[in-house]
């Protein structure tokens, strides 16, 4: 079974950082891209970032660029979204999303973390 766990939310003020993290079990973390997105209250979930199987590529939703850094550590089956600058609108629950390729979907979804920028 498929699980993916994120942590590292949190309440912060306005500019501070938070990493968030991500542990995958029951898959062959590698052979994975992952990513993360998030949903704000009375918004639609939305992609933040992505990572591609061996880190080699990166994505990012043009507001997060310079902000938002996103890796991976597959000897621990983990990735991670370093967070700086952090605004208020960054407001969210943040998602961790496994898929097994870059034109495939999202298959496997975490339960979530709440990220809270406080200005």
């Known amino acids: 079974q498929v699980q993916l766990v994120e942590s590292g939310g949190g309440l912060v003020q306005a500019g501070d950082s938070l990493r968030l993290s991500c542990a995958a079990s029951?898959?062959?973390?590698?052979?994975?891209?992952m990513g993360w997105f998030r949903q704000a209250p009375g918004k639609e979930r939305e992609f933040v970032a992505q990572i591609s199987w061996s880190a080699s590529a990166t994505h990012y939703k043009d507001s997060v660029k310079g902000r938002f850094t996103i890796s991976r550590d597959n000897a621990k089956n983990t990735v991670y979204l370093q967070m700086n600058a952090l605004k208020p609108e960054d407001t969210a629950v943040y998602y961790c999303a496994a898929r097994r390729s870059s034109v495939q979907q999202f298959d496997y979804w975490g339960q979530g973390t709440q990220v809270t920028v406080s200005s």
């Open positions: 029951g898959l062959i973390f590698s052979s994975y891209y």
